[in-house]
């Protein structure tokens, strides 16, 4: 599992991230992400935005309820046995 470190865009600080899973829908791009390797782990949803000035890529927190549902549903189909609670 891949571990990815994601650096706050307001400069406050970072936190690191396993990235469970990826997808894109109707052309944006979705991450899983989770603060554990184990099954109980707190989980995000993020979406890729565009942001020209950044040379790196750029997520924020899906927060969006109707959005979320959608994107967890496709999500626990992509992981089988991963059940997400909101």
Known sequence: ???VKFVFRDGSGEDEFFVLEE???NGAAYILVSDSEDDDGECLILKEVEEESQPESVY???EDET???AVSKVFEELLEDVSIEM
Do not use: D, R
């Open 67 to 69: 959005e979320l549902a």
């Open 1 to 3: 599992m891949e571990k």
């Open 23 to 25: 997808t894109k829908i």
């Open 60 to 62: 924020e927190i899906v």
